[in-house]
């Protein structure tokens, strides 16, 4: 089985700080023929579905604050978010669709929280 | 604006079935791959199933395969997941959200609650 393992499970920032998420997956989800990477980060908030904030590993969807940005290829991947603000408050997950169109794994979530 | 709307909670008993809508508008419904999700409460997300809306085509997680039936009206736009011979450990929300040619989700539904209770 494909797993996804996001690190920490949960952080604390003061506003402003920087957040650092980080997920690895158990194969690389470069694609070498297009030199892409399989991997998107959303965040959810609370009673509420996830939002899409970042695709092919570093593009940011539209409508995303600039402050989100991803970084990482191959198996080790990075959500940053530079300038956390009260409204970031949020569970922020990693999945890879390398092997769609049969298996979309998400990493576990990671719990943000303001100190 | 794109939308997802998804059919109410539910309650069903174990080894019964249940069947909920997702009434997808603001876009072009063939167009994109509609998605099958589910998340137990506190927990992560678990990708079920995803239906071609152009023809109808599905394909299944291997752990739901012979479990779930997707069907679509395209006159209506909308998606149909029906979970069969449900356990307590189906009781979660479950999301449709579109699958754009990336592979990844980039609109969903507010969710179902499905609980399966004696």
């Known amino acids: 089985d494909i797993v996804m393992t996001q690190s920490p499970d949960s952080l604390a920032v003061s506003l402003g700080e920087r957040a650092t998420i980080n997920c690895q997956s158990s194969?690389?989800?470069?694609?070498?023929?297009?030199?892409?990477?399989?991997l998107g980060w959303y965040q959810q908030k609370p009673g509420q579905p996830p939002r899409l904030l970042i695709y092919?590993?570093?593009t940011r969807e539209s409508g995303v604050p600039d402050r989100f940005s991803g970084s990482g290829s191959g198996t080790d991947f990075t959500l940053t978010i530079n300038g956390v603000q009260a409204e970031d408050v949020a569970v922020y997950y990693c999945?890879?669709?390398?092997?769609?169109?049969?298996?979309?794994?998400f990493g576990q979530g990671t719990k943000l929280e303001i100190k | 604006q794109v939308q997802f709307v998804q059919s109410g909670a539910e309650v069903k008993k174990p080894g019964a079935s249940v069947k909920l809508s997702c009434r997808t508008s603001?876009?072009?419904?063939?167009?994109?791959?509609i998605h099958w999700l589910r998340q137990a409460s506190g927990q992560g997300f678990e990708w079920v199933a995803w239906i071609d809306p152009a023809n109808g085509a599905p394909t299944f997680s291997q752990k739901f395969q012979g479990r779930v039936t997707l069907s679509r009206d395209t006159s209506a736009s909308t998606v149909y997941m029906e979970l069969s011979r449900l356990t307590f450990e189906d009781t979660a929300a479950y999301y449709c959200?579109?699958?754009?040619?990336?592979?990844?989700?980039?609109?969903w539904g507010q969710g179902t609650l499905v609980t399966v209770s004696s």
């Open positions: 092919w590993a570093s």
């Open positions: 959200a579109r699958g754009p040619a990336t592979g990844n989700f980039d609109h």
């Open positions: 999945q890879q669709y390398y092997n769609r169109p049969s298996m979309y794994p």
């Open positions: 194969q690389s989800v470069l694609y070498n023929s297009n030199n892409k990477n399989y």
């Open positions: 603001g876009y072009s419904f063939t167009s994109y791959a």
